[in-house]
C-alpha cells in the first residue's frame, strides 16, 4: 500500500468557512497532485506541483489554492466554501504512475 | 489534448470467468504511459496494470493483462479468473511525456456474479 495520507477523510461543514485538506506522502516523490471526483465520475486534475514551491493549475477550474513548502506536504485550502465545493478530492504523488491517498469527501452545506 | 474513452458504464461477469474492458484513447504524442487503476467502493484509487508506449509486449500482472493496440490506440484490461475482490470501479489513464497529471476515462463498474 502507497505511503500516502489524507485528512480528514470526511468533512461537512457550512458555507462561508475556510477550510485546509492535509495531504503528506513519505515516498519522497517531488511530483504530487490534486484530483476532484464527483460520485461515479472520472477524476479531474485541479492543481500539481514538480516540488517545492511549484504550483499549478490542472485542466479543470478550480477555486481552491496549494502550496508546497515541503516536499512531503501539499496541502489544499478552500477561502470560503460553497455547495458547490461538495466532492471528493484524492491526492497523489509520482512521477508517469501515481499513488493515491484515501481521499477527502467534502460536503458543504 | 488527450483523451480517453471507457465505452462500457457497466460490466457483470460470473465468478471465476474472464472479463474484459475496453479503453480507447486519442493522442499525438508519441511517448506515453498507459494505466489501470481499480478503486472499491470508499476505498483507495490503486494501481493495477501499466504500459509504457513504446514497449511492444503487453503488460501482465498475475490475473491482470492488457491488449495494447498503439496504431488503434487501443488499452484494453483482461481479467482471468475473476474473483469477488475484483468488483470496483475501473478507470484506464493515460500520461503523457511531460506528465502534467493523468488524464481519466469515465470508468466502467464491474460487477462479479456468485
Known amino acids: 500500500e502507497a505511503d500516502i495520507y489524507q485528512t480528514p477523510r470526511y468533512l461537512v461543514i457550512g458555507t462561508g468557512k475556510k477550510i485546509t485538506l492535509e495531504c503528506s506522502q513519505t515516498m519522497g516523490h517531488d511530483k504530487m497532485y490534486w484530483y476532484q471526483q464527483d460520485p461515479g465520475m472520472e477524476l479531474h486534475l485541479i492543481h500539481y506541483s514538480y516540488g517545492v514551491n511549484s504550483t499549478e493549475k490542472g485542466d479543470l477550474s478550480s477555486e481552491s489554492t496549494v502550496s508546497r513548502i515541503r516536499t512531503e506536504h501539499f496541502p489544499l485550502t478552500l477561502e470560503s466554501a460553497r455547495p458547490s465545493h461538495t466532492s471528493q478530492y484524492l491526492c497523489?504523488?509520482?512521477?508517469?504512475?501515481?499513488?493515491f491517498g484515501p481521499g477527502t469527501r467534502l460536503t458543504v452545506t | 489534448a488527450q483523451t480517453v474513452t471507457q465505452s462500457q458504464p457497466e460490466m457483470s461477469v460470473q465468478e471465476a470467468e474472464t472479463v474484459t474492458l475496453s479503453c480507447t484513447y486519442d493522442?499525438?504524442?508519441?511517448?506515453?504511459?498507459l494505466f489501470w487503476y481499480k478503486q472499491p467502493p470508499s476505498r483507495q484509487m490503486i494501481l493495477v496494470i501499466r504500459q509504457e508506449a513504446y514497449k511492444q509486449q503487453n503488460a501482465t500482472e498475475n490475473r491482470f493483462s492488457v491488449n495494447f493496440q498503439k496504431a488503434a490506440k487501443s488499452f484494453s484490461l483482461k481479467i482471468s479468473d475473476s474473483q469477488l475482490g475484483d468488483a470496483a470501479m475501473y478507470f484506464c489513464?493515460?500520461?503523457?511525456?511531460?506528465?502534467?497529471?493523468?488524464?481519466f476515462g469515465k470508468g466502467t463498474h464491474l460487477i462479479i456474479q456468485p
Open positions: 493522442t499525438s504524442e508519441s511517448d506515453y504511459y
Open positions: 497523489a504523488s509520482g512521477t508517469g504512475e501515481q499513488y
Open positions: 489513464a493515460y500520461s503523457g511525456g511531460g506528465a502534467d497529471g493523468l488524464t
